[in-house]
C-alpha cells in the first residue's frame, strides 16, 4: 500500500542533543510536509518542499532545520532540542496538480525531551 | 485569538446518536474547508472537504460551511464507536492553499 512512513515512532533524546526525525513516502508526491502537534493542541506547519523547493514557515524557530535528499525521503533536524520541543511530528505529503488540502500523513514520531 | 477555534471536547454520544462538530475562523480569505479525523496514535486522515460556502454530504457525513458566519460544521450520522477518534477541522486560503490551519481537534467517544 502507498503511504507515509515516518521512523522512529518514539524518540527520547536529552535536552540539547541534536535529533533527527525521518519520513519517508511511496505515494510519489512532490509536496512534503512537517507539523509540530503538541498535546491536545491543533498541528502546527514547521515547513514545507515543494520538490527540492524549501519554504519555511515565518514563526518556525532557528533550531528547527530540514533536508529532502529526493523525492521520497525528508528529515526533520532540530539542532538543540529544549523542553518545549517535546511533541508529536507529523509528515504529510499532497500532489501537485491535485488537491494541496488533501494531505496524506504519517503516524508520526513521538518526541520526549528529557 | 486563534484563527480557528474549536471545542475540545470530549464529546460522549450513545452508539446511533447524530453528532455535531464546529469551527469557528476569523480569517476571511479561507475558501477551503477540511474535516480531518485523528485515531489515537496515528495521524490525520481527510475526512471531508467543501470549497467556499455550501453543503456536501458523504454516507453519514455532512459538511457544512457558513462563510456568512464564519462556522463550519460537521454532522456524524448513526454513529457508531469506530467513529471515536479526534476530529480536527482545517482551512485553507486561495493563495497559499498548501497551508492549512487546523484546529486543535475535538475528542469524540462514542458509546455502544
Known amino acids: 500500500d502507498a503511504m507515509v512512513i515516518q521512523n522512529p515512532r518514539y524518540q527520547v533524546t536529552q535536552f540539547g542533543k541534536p535529533v533527527t526525525l525521518s519520513c519517508s513516502q511511496t505515494?510519489?508526491?512532490?509536496?512534503m510536509y512537517w507539523y509540530q502537534q503538541k498535546s491536545s493542541q491543533a498541528p502546527k506547519l514547521l515547513f514545507h518542499?515543494?520538490?527540492?523547493?524549501?519554504?519555511n514557515e515565518a514563526d518556525t524557530p532557528d533550531n528547527f532545520q530540514s533536508r529532502r535528499p529526493n523525492t521520497s525521503f525528508c528529515f526533520l533536524d532540530i539542532r538543540s532540542p529544549g523542553l518545549g520541543d517535546a511533541a508529536m511530528y507529523l509528515c504529510?505529503?499532497?500532489?501537485?496538480?491535485?488537491?494541496?488540502?488533501?494531505?496524506?500523513f504519517g503516524p508520526g514520531t513521538r518526541l520526549t525531551v528529557t | 485569538q486563534k484563527e480557528v477555534e474549536q471545542d475540545p471536547g470530549p464529546l460522549s454520544v450513545p452508539e446511533g446518536a447524530i453528532v455535531s462538530l464546529n469551527c469557528t475562523y476569523s480569517n476571511s480569505a479561507f475558501q477551503y474547508f477540511m474535516w480531518y479525523r485523528q485515531y489515537s496514535r496515528k495521524g490525520p486522515e481527510l475526512l471531508m472537504y467543501?470549497?467556499?460556502?455550501g453543503n456536501k454530504e458523504d454516507g453519514r457525513f455532512t459538511a457544512q460551511v457558513d462563510k456568512s458566519s464564519k462556522y463550519i460544521s460537521l454532522f456524524i450520522r448513526d454513529s457508531q464507536p469506530s467513529d471515536s477518534a479526534t476530529y480536527l477541522c482545517a482551512m485553507s486560503a486561495l493563495d497559499s492553499s498548501y497551508k492549512l490551519i487546523f484546529g486543535s481537534g475535538t475528542r469524540l467517544l462514542v458509546r455502544p
Open positions: 504529510a505529503t499532497s500532489r501537485v496538480g491535485g488537491a494541496a488540502y488533501e494531505q496524506y
Open positions: 505515494l510519489n508526491h512532490n509536496v
Open positions: 467543501t470549497y467556499s460556502s
Open positions: 518542499y515543494y520538490d527540492k523547493d524549501f519554504n
